[in-house]
């Protein structure tokens, strides 16, 4: 069946640093791969689709990468703030549905 | 606001007992989605509308999950003698891309709680 792997543990970083955060699927061959911030007691929110045939897309402090052979995508935040603490989805998709990894908690101190 | 509206936020009830959670999608939107989310876990896919029909339910748990949205809008997913494991929040999405080729815009949620 398919499955979808998220860092498992959180990730804790100090402000300004890069947060890399990874992705893996297996049993899959999704068209697109999504991102999604979740806050606590909040629904999920949309940040980034990157499709199989783009290797990479960026969006301001925001760049995802897409590795069809490695089955892997890795979301990067770039001069990490406070305010980009949250829990972060990836969810591969294709035929309709969309199925969300665990998520990865990331915490970045001032 | 012009957002995803699911309601009640919030609903206790007993086991065995029926539960209805209902979700407003965007004006225009002809996805909609239902993912059910427990602590420490990511949303887990339950059914997806395209327009009025169910265009996948494989993740429904069993036949005590119904879901309808018989005019294309409003949705209402309905449970059934409710067990103690229901307990979670209910995520409703929707999309206005068809073939779900696209971002979902999600609503807060219900949290159920069996006692």
């Known amino acids: 069946s398919q499955k979808i792997e998220q860092n498992s543990e959180a990730l804790n970083i100090q402000e300004g640093k890069t947060a890399t955060l990874t992705c893996n699927y297996t049993?899959?061959?999704?068209?697109?791969l999504q991102w999604y911030r979740q806050d606590p007691g909040r629904g999920p929110v949309f940040l980034l689709l990157i499709r199989e045939n783009e290797k990479e897309k960026r969006k301001e402090r925001l760049k995802v990468t897409f590795d069809t052979t490695l089955k892997q995508s890795l979301f990067h935040i770039t001069a990490s703030q406070p305010a980009d603490s949250a829990t972060y989805l990836c969810a591969p998709g294709g035929g309709g549905k969309l199925i969300f990894g665990q998520g990865t908690e990331l915490s970045v101190k001032p | 606001g012009a957002g995803v509206s699911q309601t009640p936020s919030n609903k206790v009830t007993e086991k065995g007992k029926y539960v209805e959670l209902r979700c407003d999608p965007i004006s225009g939107h002809t996805a909609l989605y239902w993912y059910r989310q427990s602590l420490g876990q990511g949303p887990e896919f339950l059914i997806y509308f395209q327009g009025t029909g169910a265009a996948d339910d494989s993740g429904l748990p069993n036949d005590r999950f119904f879901a309808v949205r018989p005019e294309g809008s409003v949705s209402t997913l309905k449970i059934q003698r409710t067990e103690r494991g229901d307990s979670a929040v209910y995520l409703c999405?929707?999309?206005?891309?068809?073939?779900?080729?696209?971002?979902?815009?999600f609503g807060e949620g219900s949290r159920l709680t069996v006692l």
């Open positions: 999405a929707s999309s206005p891309f068809s073939g779900g080729h696209g971002e979902l815009f």
């Open positions: 049993n899959y061959s999704p068209a697109y």
